[in-house]
């Protein structure tokens, strides 16, 4: 008996809907919106990084690697990597922050990896590389040194 009842119900549940469906009623129930799924959250970005360790170790195995520093001119001129590259794009927040890494995108042709030397290495290099890869640049190819040149812990690699 139970069965039948609950068959019952589902019948006329699966009719309703079907019904209510085929109106030709432009205007969805109230209880669409409930049901309609939320949008998918965007994907969390993550971002690869080298190490003070692995960068030192880099250069002094002569790997083929572009470091591109976008720290300001005066923190440039304090204190960077010798053989980096400057853009002076930090902090990669206006269309002429940008400007100045587009400036440089032909310098970035090639599969070599291009490890990002901002001040602190987070929210200035996280959008640097989102503004390379929106031009182009393959992500696999992209890095953050990690901690920045803040806390670059190799003077004898510093450009005197």
């Given at each position: 008996?139970?069965?039948?009842?609950?068959?019952?119900?589902?019948?006329?549940?699966?009719?309703?809907?079907?019904?209510?469906?085929?109106?030709?009623?432009?205007?969805?129930?109230?209880?669409?919106?409930?049901?309609?799924?939320?949008?998918?959250?965007?994907?969390?970005?993550?971002?690869?990084?080298?190490?003070?360790?692995?960068?030192?170790?880099?250069?002094?195995?002569?790997?083929?690697?572009?470091?591109?520093?976008?720290?300001?001119?005066?923190?440039?001129?304090?204190?960077?990597?010798?053989?980096?590259?400057?853009?002076?794009?930090?902090?990669?927040?206006?269309?002429?922050?940008?400007?100045?890494?587009?400036?440089?995108?032909?310098?970035?042709?090639?599969?070599?990896?291009?490890?990002?030397?901002?001040?602190?290495?987070?929210?200035?290099?996280?959008?640097?590389?989102?503004?390379?890869m929106a031009q182009g640049v393959a992500p696999e190819r992209l890095f953050i040194l990690?901690?920045?040149?803040?806390k670059w812990p190799y003077e004898e690699l510093l450009a005197k």
């Amino acid at each position: 008996m139970f069965r039948k009842l609950m068959m019952s119900l589902l019948v006329l549940t699966l009719a309703a809907a079907a019904t209510a469906c085929s109106s030709g009623n432009a205007e969805a129930p109230a209880s669409a919106a409930a049901e309609t799924p939320a949008p998918a959250a965007a994907e969390e970005k993550t971002y690869q990084y080298y190490t003070a360790e692995q960068t030192k170790a880099a250069i002094e195995n002569n790997a083929e690697i572009i470091l591109l520093d976008i720290q300001v001119e005066d923190e440039w001129n304090a204190h960077h990597i010798e053989g980096a590259v400057p853009t002076y794009a930090y902090p990669v927040k206006t269309p002429e922050d940008e400007a100045k890494l587009a400036a440089i995108l032909p310098d970035l042709a090639g599969e070599q990896p291009i490890i990002v030397i901002c001040p602190g290495g987070a929210g200035g290099a996280t959008r640097s590389i989102d503004y390379l890869m929106a031009q182009g640049v393959a992500p696999e190819r992209l890095f953050i040194l990690e901690n920045g040149q803040s806390k670059w812990p190799y003077e004898e690699l510093l450009a005197k």
